[in-house]
């Protein structure tokens, strides 16, 4: 087998790899217009290393996402970091965790708070959706385990289904999570007039998981 530091003396292969090893779960499109290479280019050296067995390439929702081979990524990681390149569900995600202290979220909930964010306001955050969406893609992220149904006085909501897991992971990768996080929650605690106990809860929370001017260095 070739050894993989010859397999990257080509300079375009190498950006691919590196964009790829910082970027797990990045899908083609991504990967294209992030290195500004042709399309036809792109897929040979994608392909190439595909056949070196240095990258893996997974379908997921009609998209090709690739991985290093030799990163140490469970299952559940590489679910929510396929979730961190979909705007929709990725949104939904983190507005559930956002609120898990809040013991979750219904999806009214969830519609009400993406619709009423103010334009450009946080991007990260921004969708309008129809209900009927919110919830297929609801659907998909209990599929995989990321979130679940609970019932809390007499609503229906939604929760993560593994917070210790998830904040563990946000450490890990958190090199794809902006910031926009906490602007957004500290936003909506305002808008919303949370009993100020549960807003500690949520502020708690980031505070152990994100660095950010906010709250210092979080050594």
């Given at each position: ?186 936003f909506k605690v305002n808008e919303i007039d949370i009993p100020e106990k549960l807003v500690d809860n949520i502020l708690d929370m980031l505070k152990k ?11």
């Open positions: 087998m070739i050894p993989t530091d010859n397999i990257l003396k080509v300079k375009n292969r190498k950006e691919i790899y590196d964009l790829i090893s910082n970027n797990p779960g990045i899908h083609l499109r991504e990967l294209e217009r992030k290195t500004k290479l042709p399309n036809g280019t792109l897929r040979y050296h994608l392909r190439y290393m595909e056949k070196k067995e240095i990258i893996l390439c997974e379908k997921h929702d009609g998209y090709n996402r690739y991985f290093i081979k030799k990163q140490q990524i469970s299952k559940f990681e590489k679910n929510l970091l396929k979730i961190m390149h979909e705007e929709i569900p990725r949104t939904i995600f983190l507005l559930i965790f956002s609120f898990n202290g809040l013991k979750g979220l219904s999806i009214k909930e969830i519609e009400q708070l993406a619709y009423r964010m103010q334009p450009g306001y946080v991007k990260f955050y921004t969708i309008e959706k129809h209900r009927t969406t919110i919830k297929f893609h609801i659907d998909k992220l209990i599929k995989q385990k990321l979130i679940k149904k609970i019932n809390h006085e007499k609503k229906q909501k939604y929760v993560i289904e593994d917070i210790a897991e998830v904040c563990d992971f946000f450490v890990k990768y958190n090199q794809l999570l902006p910031y926009d996080i906490i602007d957004f929650s500290l998981v994100f660095p950010h001017p906010y709250f210092g260095d979080n050594k």
